[in-house]
């Protein structure tokens, strides 16, 4: 197990410990959130479903959500999380599979060897790495890759509506009551990338075939999207998500960015 050695690990670890045991209903329950949830779900699976064979590392892996998946297709699982309560749900699902491997760790240092993976998903969880740690998190990644194979990143959208309206929104609140809130995110622990500066990091660590796809489009104000009823909000987005796809970038609360390891990493 590595060690929590900053104050944000620890953060990051008691928030996933308190919130592991009905984390996987999040997919589930018919939410705003169910609905982003399962659709970055869809597009990570776009990419797996391609391989006949696969051995994967899942970073940041909650309570197993691509472990079901993994066995089913008959891949070689491997999941890692900071959260010791996320991995028991794991391993109180999934353990009893062969093909199936839980451990805590962290994203900062992966105890894994070199060229192992054929997929390395980071699904959420490169939000909550200290930023300076960002770019070893990465090479970490990178390095524990086989040659030609891919790493699959969820982000959160730092020019999104949501991220604006949410960092508008604590300005205010600072100006008019006087004191910080959370701009960009549910649990003030997470922080979103900009897409263009990621792609350009990627470029530096000679990735290849790197492609990007948004989802979670969400243009409600913040004072509106609680008392917005869910169904109505999924259906919304999902009108204007056929209407706009491909053309604006703005609207969407997250991303998803694929890449390659070349020989030469």
Known sequence: ???????????????????????????????????????????????????????????????????????????????????????????????????????????????????????????GALEYVPRDEIEDSLSEMIRVLKPNGQVIMSLMNKNSFFAWHRRLRAKLVKKIKGRDIQAESYDDLSRPFDEKSIR?????KLLKNIDTARFGLNIYPYFLEWRIPHQLKIKLSKVLDNIIRG??????????????KTASN
């Open 1 to 123: 197990m590595n060690n929590l050695n900053t104050d944000l690990d620890q953060k990051v670890s008691t928030h996933f410990d308190s919130v592991a045991e009905g984390y996987a209903n999040a997919y589930n329950d018919g939410s705003f959130f169910s609905y982003f949830f399962n659709r970055r779900l869809e597009i990570v699976l776009e990419s797996l479903n391609k391989y006949d064979q696969a051995t994967i590392l899942d970073v940041g892996c909650g309570p197993g959500m691509m472990a079901k998946y993994s066995i089913e297709k008959g891949f070689e699982f491997y999941g890692i999380d900071i959260s010791e309560k996320m991995i028991e749900e794991c391993i109180n699902n999934f353990g009893h599979v062969n093909s199936t491997h839980f451990s805590v760790g962290k994203l900062q240092k992966l105890e894994f060897p070199d060229a192992f993976f054929d997929v390395v998903l980071c699904m």
């Open 247 to 260: 053309r604006f970038k703005w609207p969407y609360m997250a991303f998803i960015v694929k890449a390659r």
């Open 200 to 204: 350009a990091l990627l470029n530096s």
